[in-house]
């Protein structure tokens, strides 16, 4: 690149950032849009049932159903509520007053001093099909634990053939927020790289100011480079203040390089703006970009890239479509680096693949832009 070509790109890219400057609409895209849906999402989204009501019904009170009942109102993941009769709870449960019913038969106590097999009933409900194995799983915890302590204080030993050892790795609490909130950055950053590029250039066709940019002797090469840089630079922005509110706000560890997190990050800005740009090219109305943006970024990013719902749980056709989604691979780099640290076999040929499909979106940008001029 020769002097006069770099004094034109300085120029461009002035020109740029003095735009930006002056347009809050970027400024809000790359930084307010971010936080608001981080609050949103990262609050209200959560794969954790804490605080379920659920129904006790206990036919004959005792001193092993009052110690039963008391592990309920001591766990966090409960708000028991009792009911006198098996038939109120199973009204209020359907109409959604309570979630599951903990139901002790009058014979319980006397089964529990004949040999300690007793049983109790567990009603639950299956409207919401994750919520309701969330909630067996707690309960049969907390029955499992109130057993454990019974044994302990009759001075036996519960009999069991296999004693499992349980241990998680990288989110030992089982916190669903450890593992949204990095792959909602993904999300984000599809979102608001792809928006940064595809409404400005846009705006500037229907004002008509990109025509008259076009005809100066501006290279088509230089015109694009003058758009990704500004708003490379607005995107990490937007990313280093989505990973300090992740780290501050949502305690969500960071266990692995912040370089390498940052070096990820620009290879999946580049394909977002790449997309960005080529939809801009596409479709030159603010409204229509924006809407394409959604529905060719957000939407894909949301469903197809294992943020909430499991690849691998997908069917065949559609986990082959996930490989054309660029957030499917940074969603991997970043719950990897976030919460396991620099697994290189896992991150490296995710950054590949940004890199490849960032190459890709910036040639489709740049060939559909050069078609535009003729």
Not at 161 to 186: C, E, H, K, M
Request: glycine share 6%; proline share 5%.
């Amino acid at each position: 690149m020769n002097s006069e070509q770099l004094m034109r790109l300085r120029g461009l890219l002035r020109k740029e950032s003095l735009q930006i400057l002056r347009d809050p609409s970027s400024i809000a895209i790359a930084f307010v849009m971010p936080v608001i849906l981080l609050l949103i999402f990262g609050y209200g989204v959560s794969l954790d049932a804490k605080r379920v009501p659920v129904a006790l019904v206990v036919e004959q009170p005792s001193r092993d159903t009052a110690s039963f009942t008391a592990a309920f109102f001591r766990s966090p993941y409960f708000v028991p509520v009792r009911f006198p009769t098996v038939q109120l709870a199973e009204r209020a449960m359907r109409v959604r007053e309570v979630e599951g019913i903990v139901w002790l038969r009058s014979d319980f106590a006397r089964q529990m001093l004949s040999g300690g097999n007793a049983s109790i009933g567990l009603i639950v409900s299956g409207v919401d099909a994750n919520n309701a194995r969330l909630i067996e799983g707690y309960l049969q915890q907390v029955w499992a634990g109130w057993l454990e302590q019974y044994a302990a204080a009759q001075g036996v030993r519960l009999s069991s053939p296999v004693q499992v050892d349980v241990r998680i790795w990288f989110n030992p609490a089982v916190t669903s927020t450890y593992f949204l909130v990095p792959g909602l950055i993904a999300v984000i950053m599809t979102l608001t790289g792809a928006l940064l590029t595809a409404m400005v250039v846009a705006r500037e066709w229907e004002r008509g100011t990109m025509e008259a940019l076009l005809e100066t002797p501006a290279s088509i090469h230089e015109i694009i480079l003058s758009k990704l840089v500004p708003y490379f630079v607005l995107g990490m922005g937007g990313m280093v203040l989505s990973v300090a509110m992740a780290v501050w706000l949502f305690h969500v560890p960071l266990r692995g390089s912040l370089l390498l997190l940052m070096i990820s990050a620009s290879a999946f800005l580049l394909c977002a703006l790449g997309m960005g740009l080529l939809i801009s090219t596409v479709s030159k109305n603010q409204f229509v970009a924006g809407q394409i943006a959604i529905i060719v970024t957000f939407l894909p990013a949301f469903i197809l890239s294992g943020f909430v719902f499991d690849i691998r749980s997908m069917p065949a056709a559609i986990q082959l479509i996930t490989h054309i989604v660029a957030a499917r691979y940074f969603v991997t780099i970043l719950q990897s680096v976030f919460l396991a640290g620099n697994t290189w076999p896992v991150v490296l040929p995710n950054i590949f693949a940004l890199m490849i499909m960032a190459a890709i979106f910036l040639g489709l940008a740049r060939r559909s832009a050069r078609k535009s001029l003729e």
